[in-house]
């Protein structure tokens, strides 16, 4: 892939995104008061204004327990709002864009409320009355999302009636195992239909996982050897160099399996993995999403336990800087055996891939930041180059680089200048920022803008949440039995050494993050 210098169209964000304006809608939010409102949410609808994507009719309520009045309201969004514009351009003379700011500042009110008395929704009811369209969207709690569902429907605020929709974003986690993810699934659609749930992975708004399934299926060279004839492996990396911060509360009763395999991990697999859809029509999507994640190995017996590699980090240093261990964070018990740390090798049952092991790692507080999946091809026949000085093969590996390197590497030999036959690594690297015009995105815009024009491709239906949990939870069942060790790894390292043995047994090895 050669990069051109010269692509003036592309690098202009006029000419990339040609949406249309979503229609008129009142954006209410529960957990308004909340970080995820004011990190993600407000700062993505900010991003479509200046995109020109709201109808001026567009309103945001925001719902919170907290006692608050709009005015508090807007100007506590409007100080997030500049550490957005200056943190993300990494520049601290970077300004709000008044006009757009004071366009969203009158947009916006405030309710305080318990989300759990049927007299806050009474309220929220006479402020949405009239309007056709909302979206309710839950930044809470995972304990809320149920009670929330619940109250909107006895407030009958979950009718679409005389054309306007009626939606509900759900954050994750989607419950807590298969058994509270399917109990979670039957309060919401005992209240509303499956269209109109939205149940977001935030992996799903990065333009590199949404690219995945463009590079596969608009370019006829790479899907005729995307299977295993021509693959001997695929590794999924999410690594991160950050600790739980201060999230120990949440985290010690999840942990890494269930923070990011079912969901952002197996969002990866998939779109590497999944048959091509019939069209890009959220249920033909959704559905070869499931099947394949439906088609993954069951980890049960000796696969969750031999498999399966936990880990924990313990102190450790990022050059000078020294960290603490996990068992040392706020509120996280000084002796817990939650992972911070998963690997695990997956196999697919079905025709194109039986027989090529996909192999997954996420941790916390590893060497770098890296999200990053590879899928390496077999190699060629090494029987012509017996005789000369060629003693290896480079082998040919695709790198789709998710974050924060953005782009695709194609790894493969290439004759070394000279009169002996020598072979070096050579690569052939795409770049997104020389491409194209990178903003400052919080990878919700795409997801919102979705939402509010009824697109759910990017979107997790109940079977796909189901099927995620389904496939982990046989190792979580042998974790609960007390099998699965936790293996503790330095901060600031590539993570425990089982892990990479875990490879080695297959005679294979982590590539470096
Ligand atoms: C969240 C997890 O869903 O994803 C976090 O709860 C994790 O623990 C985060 O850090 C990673 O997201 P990103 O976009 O930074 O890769």
């Known amino acids: ?182 109990a979670l699934n039957a309060s919401l659609l005992a209240v509303m239909q499956e269209s109109q749930i939205y149940r977001i992975d935030h992996y799903l708004g990065k333009e590199t996982v949404q690219n995945i399934m463009a590079l596969r299926f608009s370019n006829g060279i790479f899907e005729p050897i995307w299977k295993r004839d021509n693959i001997d492996h695929v590794q999924i990396t999410v690594a991160e160099t950050v600790g739980v911060e201060l999230r120990g509360k949440f985290y010690e009763g999840t942990g890494a399996m269930r923070d990011m395999v079912p969901n952002h991990i197996f969002q990866l697999l998939s779109m590497v993995a999944m048959e091509a859809p019939t069209s890009f029509d959220a249920d033909a999507v959704r559905s070869e999403k499931a099947k394949v994640i439906q088609a993954i190995h069951p980890l049960a017996g000796r696969a969750a336990v031999h498999d399966v590699v936990r880990g924990q980090y313990r102190a450790g240093h990022y050059g000078a800087d020294s960290v603490q261990g996990y068992r040392q964070e706020p509120d996280v018990d000084p002796l817990s055996s939650t992972e911070t740390y998963i690997a695990m090798k997956l196999g697919i049952d079905n025709w194109r891939w039986a027989g090529v092991p996909f192999y997954i790692r996420t941790g916390k507080r590893l060497a770098r930041r890296c999200t990053e999946i590879t899928v390496h091809f077999k190699q060629a026949p090494f029987a012509l180059f017996r005789d000369t000085p060629v003693n290896k093969l480079t082998p040919n590996i695709m790198f789709l680089h998710i974050q924060p390197t953005e782009g695709v590497t194609l790894q493969f030999s290439a004759k070394l200048p000279g009169p002996r036959v020598k072979l070096g690594g050579v690569s052939m690297n795409f770049n997104y920022a020389d491409y194209f015009h990178e903003g400052p995105s919080t990878g919700y815009e795409t997801l919102l803008y979705d939402c509010l024009v009824g697109d759910a491709t990017l979107f997790q239906r109940a079977d796909n949440v189901e099927a995620g949990w389904s496939i982990v939870q046989p190792a979580l069942d042998a974790w609960d039995a007390g099998h699965i060790h936790v293996h503790p790894y330095a901060a600031g390292t590539q993570g425990p050494d089982e892990s990479a043995e875990m490879l080695h047994r297959d005679h294979r090895s982590w590539l470096a993050c």
């Open 1 to 182: 892939m050669d990069q051109h210098s010269a692509h003036p169209d592309l690098s202009d964000p006029a000419v990339l995104s040609k949406a249309s304006q979503a229609p008129a809608c009142q954006f209410v939010i529960f957990g308004a008061g909340g970080d995820l409102t004011r990190r993600l949410l407000m700062p993505a609808l900010y991003n479509l204004r200046l995109a020109g994507l709201l109808d001026d009719a567009f309103r945001i309520i925001g719902v919170d327990m907290r006692e608050m009045d709009d005015g508090a309201f807007r100007s506590h969004l409007g100080e997030a709002m500049t550490h957005f514009v200056t943190e993300r351009r990494g520049d601290s003379t970077a300004r709000l864009d008044q006009d757009s700011w004071d366009w969203m500042s009158e947009r916006l009110s405030y309710l305080s409320g318990d989300f759990a008395n049927p007299e806050t929704f009474e309220r929220l009811g006479k402020l949405v009355s009239g309007t056709g369209n909302v979206v309710f969207y839950c930044a809470t709690a995972a304990r809320f999302f149920d009670v929330l569902a619940d109250q909107l429907s006895r407030a009958g605020l979950l009718r679409e009636e005389d054309g306007g929709f009626r939606r509900m974003v759900v954050e994750k986690p989607f419950g807590h195992d298969l058994a509270s993810a399917r």
